[in-house]
């Protein structure tokens, strides 16, 4: 069966049982906690949870929909027979339409009577049941009585594997029920009965919902027999264009070359553009993955401009972005002649060293975009000692920093951080005084706690060395008091309390009692940071920017170096963290 087929069955199919069909959403969504689109499900947030009404937007409380989806989380897998970046997911949807009966039915109806997948192929899970949440009993049961599938063909599972959800901070999530065709997973059916809390407390939702996905490049392999994503119709094309190009190239080579052009083309199609964070930093990474690959395997085809093509007549028909193919083509050549430049200066920087360190490999990728395998290429006597885990160690550091959210500046040289508050030169300084920050507001929460309510904070200044509080507060504090202080904030390190954000309207972030200063001009949506199981009774709450350690006792030792007085009525405090 061919992949349009496959398309067009399932909407037909959704669509004669009362679904409206919506077309796929942007890969860039509208949810600013997600990168990138995931889940066919991303753009019905506000329908699950009751913010938009269906009926108004789709005149169905259900929808069917084939939606383009960009996951990093296999990236480092492709190149194999089945795992990709970019794909397409089919799924049904339900906003208080129907539930676990009609979804289970209608997914096996479909994948026996029209996909023509043979029953005893066939096996199911179901969610199994933990502490917050029961078995799915009324799946289990849809299942074996209904559908009549034996029992030893229904497995129960935990929550890794049987439940989803949230994208993002928070949203709706639930237990799921997966089909499985020959030990494969193709189909996930998740009920949404819950929302999940960005502190991870659930909620039960007003009106349940359905979610279900099935990748659309799975079901071809099942259906086109090859084995091989890349056989199948949907990449056979590009990976035949990618073969003349250079007869001979390795199976693996070909694959991540056709899944990272085809990604790619998705993404600048979507709007997004190199650039050094965020999704832009990850189309950066495919482009110049592909850049990378031409150079060490010698392809002197020009790759970009024979994948643009290829794409554009094969998918323009269901994604009209793909007409834009100028647009995109100029904005990955773009990217190409900037990688070219980058490559000349890193190779020259790289010239200037006796031997590279694992650190200054990761300054030179940071700097120049010169990746390791090309350092190692490109300059063989410099980069000898030079190991790759040694390599991936200073890259993962990096992604952790990456992820609280930090700005970043590149040349290495001067501030990496600087928020008027927190000052960093490097990546260790960088993890010091995010603990510090961490610190400083339990440092303050504990101060309130142990003399009151009068201190407010005054300032804060916080490098690598300590952190500096000023706070009003009429006299000095006794060292009883101070000890106090400590003792507290010790207290709360060792609790491993969460210490997460909530981001919110500002007259709303006022009403939880977060700290804020008075003079400060606030926008009109502000994060308040609280460590603590939920935001109602955190130990401290503020409104912030962060960066933060995600848990207390990353803090570490708290210690009180010194009190002066600043001023009238304004004490400092000097703190370390060990
Ligand atoms: N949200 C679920 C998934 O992506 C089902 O659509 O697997």
Not at 245 to 253: T, V
Not at 267 to 284: M, T
Not at 355 to 368: G, Q
Not at 472 to 490: G, H, W
């Amino acid at each position: 069966m061919e992949s349009s087929e496959i398309r067009k069955k399932f909407l037909q199919f959704f669509e004669e049982r009362g679904h409206a069909v919506v077309k796929s959403s942007s890969l860039i969504p509208d949810d600013p906690s997600v990168l990138l689109t995931t889940a066919g499900m991303q753009q019905f947030k506000p329908y699950y949870i009751g913010k938009a009404d269906p009926m108004k937007e789709f005149g169905s409380r259900n929808t069917a929909s084939v939606q383009k989806c960009f996951r990093t989380s296999d990236i480092d897998e492709v190149g194999d027979k089945t795992h990709l970046t970019f794909f397409e997911m089919l799924g049904n949807f339900s906003f208080g339409g129907y539930f676990k009966r009609k979804a289970i039915n209608w997914a096996y109806d479909f994948v026996v009577n029209i996909l023509g997948l043979s029953r005893d192929r066939i096996y199911v899970t179901v969610f199994g049941g933990d502490e917050e949440v029961p078995f799915d009993k009324e799946s289990y049961d849809i299942w074996h009585k209904e559908v009549g599938l034996p029992e030893e063909n229904i497995k129960k599972h935990g929550r890794e594997d049987n439940f989803w959800g949230p994208t993002g901070n928070e949203g709706p999530c639930g237990p799921t029920t997966e089909i499985y065709v020959d030990g494969v997973e193709i189909w996930n059916l998740v009920f949404n009965e819950y929302y999940c809390r960005s502190d991870k407390s659930l909620e039960k939702l007003e009106m349940p919902g359905v979610d279900t996905g099935m990748g659309l490049e799975r079901l071809a392999v099942m259906l086109q027999g090859s084995g091989n994503v890349f056989e199948t119709d949907l990449f056979h094309p590009l990976a035949s264009v990618i073969r003349e190009a250079k007869p001979g190239l390795e199976d693996r080579i070909v694959r991540v070359l056709a899944d990272h052009l085809r990604s790619a083309i998705f993404l600048i199609a979507d709007g997004v553009r190199p650039s050094n964070k965020e999704a832009g930093y990850i189309l950066r990474r495919l482009l110049r993955r592909v850049l990378v690959y031409e150079i060490k395997h010698d392809i002197h085809a020009e790759l970009f401009a024979l994948a643009v093509p290829v794409i554009k007549n094969q998918y323009a028909k269901w994604y009209p972005e793909m007409e834009n193919d100028r647009e995109i083509l100029n904005v990955m050549m773009d990217e190409k002649s900037k990688f070219e430049k980058a490559l000349a200066q890193g190779v020259k920087e790289i010239e200037k060293y006796d031997a590279i360190s694992a650190k200054d490999a990761f300054y030179i990728y940071e700097t120049f975009g010169l990746p390791f395998e090309l350092q190692k290429e490109l300059v063989p006597d410099k980069t000898g000692e030079l190991k790759k885990e040694d390599f991936d160690k200073e890259f993962e550091k990096h992604q952790e920093i990456s992820r609280a959210g930090l700005e970043k500046k590149f040349g290495g040289h001067g501030l990496i951080l600087d928020t008027g508050e927190l000052k960093a030169s490097t990546q260790e300084e960088l993890e010091k005084v995010t603990r510090l920050h961490t610190a400083t507001h339990l440092l303050q929460a504990a101060l309130r706690k142990v003399v009151g309510d009068e201190v407010k904070q005054m300032g804060s200044d916080i490098t690598a060395e300590r952190l500096r509080f000023d706070f009003s507060f009429p006299r000095k504090l006794t060292s009883e008091e101070l000890q106090k202080v400590e003792d507290l904030v010790n207290e709360v390190v060792q609790k491993d309390l969460l210490m997460s954000y909530k981001e919110m309207p500002l007259e709303e972030a006022k009403e939880t009692g977060a700290l804020f200063f008075f003079k400060e001009k606030y926008p009109d949506r502000v994060k308040v940071y609280y460590a603590g199981h939920n935001l109602d009774d955190a130990f401290s709450k503020e409104f912030c920017g962060g960066p933060h350690v995600t848990n207390t006792l990353k803090v570490g030792k708290f210690k009180i170096t010194k009190q002066e007085s600043v001023g009238a009525g304004v004490k400092r405090i000097r703190a370390d963290v060990e």
